[in-house]
């Protein structure tokens, strides 16, 4: 700030020029002369001199009011105007921090801009794909983020790189799953591999080892129902090729269900219900409607169209 904006001041103590010595004395010895007991003959100018003194008080409280009210004058005046100067600087100060704040808004969404700008071709010179695109340009809304220029800070990049490269090992991560699915179907005996759709769920886990065991987990669960569907399906087969005339001890089926919306057989045909029984294992837990909507896929995968009804029951 300018020298020529500096406040200088001189301050001159005021001058008063009062009889005060000379009233002080008269009034003491107007005074001693009643310093003793009023009595009959004092009494009447005791009380004169009382009013007196109540005038001449007063007469010393309105001078001492206009000495103040004079030697305050020049200081009021001065402090006044000291005033209207402050006002001035806070008034000049508010409107320059409203242009302040309307600068650093605009910078602060240059940040952002220039933040999405740098992010962006990371991604795009990283191959960096949508589901992995993970950082947010708002974190540089600021204005250190940036130099004067406009232009990110060496420091801001450092930042965003950083951030870059764990998205790059969490993309790296989960292709390798991926890659690694067939691998590790064929390992565990799988007949159909894996598909992405069936890890998906886990794939981004952070924890290898969180993901080995629920990857284990879906591996036995397939295992277990390609067994049931291979059984299933050389049942099936069994039925198919030996006519249920000449099967030897069959065991007694119930009957189909019965409904009620059944059409009647066509002329000259009549209706027959066929019953079969097939026997299997399965996995503890499985429940009896999984098992036929399996029964019911692999008959008609071998052609058998006219299945009814299915009665599933437990043996010992």
Not at 43 to 60: E, G, Y
Not at 169 to 198: H, M, W
Request: glycine share 2%; net charge negative; with cysteine.
């Amino acid at each position: 700030m300018s020298t020529s904006l500096q406040v200088s001041y001189k301050v001159s103590p005021a001058t008063v020029t009062t009889n005060i010595t000379v009233l002080r004395e008269a009034l003491k010895k107007e005074l001693e002369q009643y310093d003793v007991v009023v009595t009959s003959d004092t009494v009447k100018s005791a009380k004169t001199l009382m009013a007196d003194l109540n005038k001449l008080s007063s007469q010393i409280n309105e001078a001492r009011k206009d000495i103040v009210s004079s030697a305050s004058e020049h200081i009021n005046k001065a402090s006044d105007e000291l005033k209207s100067l402050m006002e001035m600087c806070a008034e000049g100060r508010e409107k320059l921090a409203t242009q302040v704040a309307a600068f650093d808004a605009e910078r602060l969404i240059l940040a952002v801009d220039a933040a999405l700008a740098y992010i962006n071709e990371q991604y795009a010179g990283r191959s960096v794909r949508e589901p992995f695109r993970r950082v947010r340009p708002f974190e540089w809304k600021k204005l250190s983020a940036i130099t004067d220029a406009g232009s990110l800070t060496a420091a801001s990049k450092r930042e965003i790189d950083t951030t870059i490269e764990a998205c790059v090992q969490l993309q790296d991560r989960y292709d390798a799953r991926v890659a690694r699915l067939d691998s590790l179907s064929e390992i565990a005996g799988l007949k159909t591999p894996l598909s992405q759709d069936d890890v998906e769920h886990i794939l981004m886990c952070q924890r290898d080892t969180d993901y080995d065991l629920e990857v284990n987990r879906i591996v036995k669960k397939a295992l277990a129902r390609e067994k049931t569907a291979e059984n299933l399906a050389e049942q099936a087969a069994a039925a198919k090729a030996e006519p249920v005339a000449e099967a030897k001890n069959p065991e007694p089926a119930p009957a189909p269900k019965q409904t009620h919306d059944e059409k009647p057989p066509a002329a000259g045909k009549v209706k027959l219900s066929v019953a079969c029984v097939f026997k299997t294992e399965v996995p503890q837990g499985t429940s009896h409607d999984a098992v036929e909507t399996e029964i019911r896929r692999v008959l008609a995968n071998a052609g058998i169209k006219t299945l009814h009804s299915v009665h599933i029951t437990e043996n010992a």
